[in-house]
């Protein structure tokens, strides 16, 4: 770690430290992930890596070459006759509901009638192989009633069609303070959408069993939800199916609920032929037939007093949601629920509309809306700094939450101030904030091409799935006669390390090694009824989940150890592999074989659900997050103003992630997060045509970061603090925040922009490409971009 972003040795040693002094031999200590080294050498076993049962067949879908319209007839005759082809699928061999949607019957698993998106799953092919599949499914006719798509927020307007009813909350007469303070500002911001990008595409392999039974591999976030829904399209009982996922090679939210539809037309291939079905979609078919993250229009408007302080704030979210629900609910109100971000406003509104177009349905992704409605309230505040000549820092703190500001627009109380001034007071000295801004003032002013810009911004981001049912999770804990540990429960792993954390968590509890600990791969056969891993909520829901599992069983053995050696149960203490029983000790192993001699039970089913949770959309009110996670990151950027290329020079990150499980695994979380955000708010762009085809489909045309966007000089430091809700272990959640922290590569671009012409805003939206810093650049010069 960089020499300046150390932090205090006492207060650093202080954040590791164990709860009241307890030493701790795995919690907090950095570990590798638990499939690292099998990462590293390629063994880690996903779907496609499964050895196939004999008689697997091969799923390719036949999709839709319009947007929108009627399909009048489908011939699928010369598919049939392709050798090699078992089965067609289409509506009519589903024997229960045609709906793969999460809860709103509104997502068909094939078309019926009414085509929604182009590209949209009309029939699938079951053959011997996949190329047979994929060479059939283009010799189908359809004949098509076609309509002109809606494909951007103002065609969507325009029609006045949404996938769900709009939405608001707020707080006094925003209108009136707007309309009442010294100075206003008003404008439009876009942000754009996002593909997941995974490295493992979207998978599925169904096996079928006895009597009914369907086993489905699935690279899924969410197995319960596969399970119910491939119950629902066979028209059979949940219980019939099973979900496994050991891993996915990334999911990031696009494994949430769209990994759903490719497990049941699997499932539905094997029920239909009776044997094993396998479908694995290609980057180019993934890109078109899966959500991304949803882009907003976002119209705002903002009262200030001469100091830059926010009055009266008013934002409008206008999501381009695509053509069914999906998620959009959630995504919308988080969007709404970060329109603040770490900011008091005295009077607000947050609108949003949820808008139907003729693209692919847009769905979860890494932060889950969050990053929409924070960027937009950081470009606010970008645009006060520039309307009121201060520096953008100050303009931020003289608006940070504030003991006698502290309600949210949706009226929570945001209880730790303290952590958000302290953090970033930390940072702003840490990564010499000011020193730097006198710096590229001076570099500015010398150079009339090439330009630096700077920008420090916060993150307060909500914990908890704000659908409250679903903060809740199941775990199952063995513990076997020769001392070694079983560990199940509902959260996936898809690289983010949540296995290695649980597995610490427990390890810990009965105070063994690691290596007792057996990780075994999510399955509804164990751990049922299961929330998605999302909302950054995996360690938090299914870590507790597998303490209080683990602690019951430990709780039996000590009651037995007491009253076999006459000891009081607090004299007994597991560590070191060994029971420490008064003046003596055994192995744990021993321990475990006395307890089975004596018929006590080592299994148990520990269920987590948290506390604290009050939310009621339809009133706004209550609580809808248990904490929130802070940090903030200062970003440094050059452009080239005749070109717009630009490289991120240096970044520094102060983030909370409260007493972390495991510091190696959450810095690295940190440091994907935000290079995945930088893509997302500089060079990942997509581009639909008019016809509603996605025109950036693949690598050759849609631009993820690599290894070279990352700055050599990049520091990342943990903020030194114990989470004030009873979290396991006092840690924070880390899987989502730090997406945010990229808000300050967007912000230092403007900034950079900005040096051509201090006296005009900078009208650059999201994402900040090449061009588009082009096309502002040229505009502060006078001469717009045609």
């Given at each position: 770690?960089?020499?300046?972003?150390?932090?205090?040795?006492?207060?650093?040693?202080?954040?590791?430290?164990?709860?009241?002094?307890?030493?701790?031999?795995?919690?907090?200590?950095?570990?590798?992930?638990?499939?690292?080294?099998?990462?590293?050498?390629?063994?880690?076993?996903?779907?496609?890596?499964?050895?196939?049962?004999?008689?697997?067949?091969?799923?390719?879908?036949?999709?839709?070459?319009?947007?929108?319209?009627?399909?009048?007839?489908?011939?699928?005759?010369?598919?049939?006759?392709?050798?090699?082809?078992?089965?067609?699928?289409?509506?009519?061999?589903?024997?229960?509901?045609?709906?793969?949607?999460?809860?709103?019957?509104?997502?068909?698993?094939?078309?019926?009638?009414?085509?929604?998106?182009?590209?949209?799953?009309?029939?699938?092919?079951?053959?011997?192989?996949?190329?047979?599949?994929?060479?059939?499914?283009?010799?189908?006719?359809?004949?098509?009633?076609?309509?002109?798509?809606?494909?951007?927020?103002?065609?969507?307007?325009?029609?006045?069609?949404?996938?769900?009813?709009?939405?608001?909350?707020?707080?006094?007469?925003?209108?009136?303070?707007?309309?009442?303070?010294?100075?206003?500002?008003?404008?439009?911001?876009?942000?754009?959408?996002?593909?997941?990008?995974?490295?493992?595409?979207?998978?599925?392999?169904?096996?079928?069993?006895?009597?009914?039974?369907?086993?489905?591999?699935?690279?899924?976030?969410?197995?319960?939800?596969?399970?119910?829904?491939?119950?629902?399209?066979?028209?059979?009982?949940?219980?019939?199916?099973?979900?496994?996922?050991?891993?996915?090679?990334?999911?990031?939210?696009?494994?949430?609920?769209?990994?759903?539809?490719?497990?049941?037309?699997?499932?539905?291939?094997?029920?239909?032929?009776?044997?094993?079905?396998?479908?694995?979609?290609?980057?180019?078919?993934?890109?078109?037939?899966?959500?991304?993250?949803?882009?907003?229009?976002?119209?705002?408007?903002?009262?200030?007093?001469?100091?830059?302080?926010?009055?009266?704030?008013?934002?409008?979210?206008?999501?381009?949601?695509?053509?069914?629900?999906?998620?959009?609910?959630?995504?919308?109100?988080?969007?709404?629920?970060?329109?603040?971000?770490?900011?008091?406003?005295?009077?607000?509104?947050?609108?949003?509309?949820?808008?139907?177009?003729?693209?692919?349905?847009?769905?979860?992704?890494?932060?889950?809306?969050?990053?929409?409605?924070?960027?937009?309230?950081?470009?606010?505040?970008?645009?006060?700094?520039?309307?009121?000549?201060?520096?953008?820092?100050?303009?931020?703190?003289?608006?940070?939450?504030?003991?006698?500001?502290?309600?949210?627009?949706?009226?929570?109380?945001?209880?730790?101030?303290?952590?958000?001034?302290?953090?970033?007071?930390?940072?702003?000295?840490?990564?010499?904030?000011?020193?730097?801004?006198?710096?590229?003032?001076?570099?500015?002013?010398?150079?009339?091409?090439?330009?630096?810009?700077?920008?420090?911004?916060?993150?307060?981001?909500?914990?908890?799935?704000?659908?409250?049912?679903?903060?809740?999770?199941?775990?199952?804990?063995?513990?076997?006669?020769?001392?070694?540990?079983?560990?199940?429960?509902?959260?996936?792993?898809?690289?983010?390390?949540?296995?290695?954390?649980?597995?610490?968590?427990?390890?810990?509890?009965?105070?063994?090694?690691?290596?007792?600990?057996?990780?075994?791969?999510?399955?509804?056969?164990?751990?049922?009824?299961?929330?998605?891993?999302?909302?950054?909520?995996?360690?938090?829901?299914?870590?507790?989940?597998?303490?209080?599992?683990?602690?019951?069983?430990?709780?039996?053995?000590?009651?037995?150890?007491?009253?076999?050696?006459?000891?009081?149960?607090?004299?007994?203490?597991?560590?070191?592999?060994?029971?420490?029983?008064?003046?003596?000790?055994?192995?744990?192993?021993?321990?475990?074989?006395?307890?089975?001699?004596?018929?006590?039970?080592?299994?148990?089913?520990?269920?987590?659900?948290?506390?604290?949770?009050?939310?009621?959309?339809?009133?706004?009110?209550?609580?809808?997050?248990?904490?929130?996670?802070?940090?903030?990151?200062?970003?440094?950027?050059?452009?080239?103003?005749?070109?717009?290329?630009?490289?991120?020079?240096?970044?520094?990150?102060?983030?909370?992630?409260?007493?972390?499980?495991?510091?190696?695994i959450d810095i690295g979380q940190i440091e994907g997060g935000f290079v995945q955000g930088m893509g997302w708010l500089t060079t990942e762009e997509l581009v639909f045509n008019s016809e509603g085809r996605l025109l950036t489909h693949a690598p050759s045309t849609y631009k993820i970061p690599v290894a070279s966007d990352v700055p050599a000089d990049f520091n990342v430091a943990l903020y030194p603090n114990a989470n004030r809700e009873e979290t396991v272990y006092r840690s924070k959640?880390?899987?989502?925040?730090?997406?945010?922290?990229?808000?300050?590569?967007?912000?230092?671009?403007?900034?950079?922009?900005?040096?051509?012409?201090?006296?005009?805003?900078?009208?650059?939206?999201?994402?900040?490409?090449?061009?588009?810093?082009?096309?502002?650049?040229?505009?502060?010069?006078?001469?717009?971009?045609?």
């Amino acid at each position: 770690m960089n020499e300046r972003m150390k932090l205090d040795e006492a207060a650093s040693a202080s954040a590791w430290a164990g709860e009241q002094g307890e030493a701790l031999r795995h919690v907090r200590q950095p570990l590798p992930h638990d499939s690292g080294a099998k990462h590293v050498q390629g063994s880690a076993q996903y779907i496609d890596d499964i050895r196939e049962p004999e008689g697997t067949l091969h799923v390719a879908i036949g999709q839709s070459p319009k947007a929108r319209g009627r399909l009048l007839s489908l011939d699928v005759s010369a598919v049939r006759a392709v050798p090699g082809v078992v089965a067609v699928l289409t509506a009519a061999d589903i024997p229960g509901k045609n709906d793969v949607s999460p809860a709103f019957g509104d997502d068909p698993l094939f078309v019926e009638n009414e085509i929604g998106f182009l590209g949209q799953a009309v029939f699938a092919v079951v053959a011997t192989t996949r190329d047979v599949a994929r060479r059939a499914v283009k010799l189908a006719v359809m004949e098509i009633e076609a309509e002109t798509p809606s494909i951007t927020v103002e065609d969507a307007l325009a029609r006045g069609e949404t996938v769900l009813p709009d939405y608001a909350f707020g707080r006094g007469d925003a209108k009136a303070a707007i309309a009442a303070a010294p100075h206003r500002i008003e404008g439009q911001f876009r942000v754009g959408g996002q593909e997941h990008f995974y490295l493992e595409g979207q998978v599925a392999l169904a096996v079928p069993g006895e009597d009914g039974d369907i086993h489905v591999y699935s690279s899924t976030q969410h197995p319960s939800e596969v399970q119910h829904v491939v119950a629902r399209v066979l028209d059979i009982p949940d219980a019939y199916v099973v979900c496994e996922t050991r891993r996915m090679g990334g999911g990031f939210g696009g494994k949430e609920s769209q990994a759903t539809q490719w497990a049941v037309t699997a499932a539905l291939a094997s029920r239909v032929t009776g044997r094993p079905c396998k479908l694995r979609l290609d980057r180019d078919d993934d890109f078109i037939l899966t959500g991304k993250r949803h882009d907003f229009r976002c119209d705002w408007s903002v009262g200030i007093d001469g100091e830059g302080r926010i009055q009266g704030y008013s934002v409008e979210l206008l999501a381009r949601c695509g053509y069914s629900a999906d998620l959009s609910g959630g995504v919308v109100d988080r969007a709404m629920f970060h329109a603040d971000n770490a900011y008091w406003m005295p009077a607000v509104h947050v609108g949003s509309k949820r808008l139907k177009t003729n693209t692919v349905s847009n769905t979860a992704f890494r932060g889950f809306g969050g990053p929409q409605g924070m960027l937009a309230i950081e470009h606010v505040m970008d645009q006060i700094a520039w309307a009121t000549g201060r520096d953008p820092l100050d303009v931020r703190y003289a608006n940070f939450y504030r003991p006698d500001g502290n309600l949210t627009p949706f009226g929570m109380e945001v209880e730790e101030i303290e952590t958000l001034h302290g953090l970033v007071q930390t940072l702003e000295r840490t990564s010499d904030y000011r020193a730097r801004r006198a710096e590229i003032a001076e570099f500015n002013a010398s150079s009339p091409i090439m330009k630096r810009g700077l920008a420090l911004t916060p993150v307060k981001f909500g914990i908890s799935f704000t659908l409250t049912h679903l903060n809740q999770a199941g775990a199952l804990v063995h513990v076997y006669q020769d001392g070694s540990v079983h560990l199940n429960h509902g959260g996936t792993e898809m690289g983010q390390g949540l296995y290695i954390k649980v597995a610490q968590v427990v390890a810990e509890e009965f105070g063994i090694a690691m290596e007792r600990v057996r990780i075994t791969a999510t399955t509804t056969a164990k751990v049922p009824n299961t929330s998605p891993t999302a909302a950054s909520s995996g360690s938090d829901l299914n870590g507790m989940a597998a303490r209080i599992a683990a602690g019951a069983i430990k709780r039996r053995m000590i009651a037995h150890a007491a009253q076999s050696y006459d000891v009081p149960e607090e004299q007994i203490q597991f560590r070191d592999d060994r029971v420490f029983i008064g003046n003596e000790s055994i192995s744990f192993t021993e321990l475990a074989r006395k307890c089975i001699q004596s018929r006590v039970a080592l299994s148990e089913a520990g269920h987590y659900a948290t506390p604290k949770i009050t939310w009621d959309r339809a009133s706004a009110t209550g609580r809808p997050f248990f904490y929130f996670a802070y940090g903030a990151a200062c970003s440094e950027v050059i452009v080239d103003t005749l070109t717009g290329e630009n490289r991120l020079l240096r970044a520094d990150i102060l983030h909370d992630v409260g007493k972390s499980l495991n510091p190696a695994i959450d810095i690295g979380q940190i440091e994907g997060g935000f290079v995945q955000g930088m893509g997302w708010l500089t060079t990942e762009e997509l581009v639909f045509n008019s016809e509603g085809r996605l025109l950036t489909h693949a690598p050759s045309t849609y631009k993820i970061p690599v290894a070279s966007d990352v700055p050599a000089d990049f520091n990342v430091a943990l903020y030194p603090n114990a989470n004030r809700e009873e979290t396991v272990y006092r840690s924070k959640a880390v899987g989502e925040p730090p997406i945010m922290l990229a808000n300050s590569v967007f912000c230092a671009l403007a900034d950079a922009v900005h040096s051509l012409d201090p006296s005009k805003p900078v009208p650059l939206h999201a994402p900040a490409t090449p061009e588009a810093l082009l096309r502002a650049c040229e505009a502060l010069r006078g001469r717009p971009m045609g």
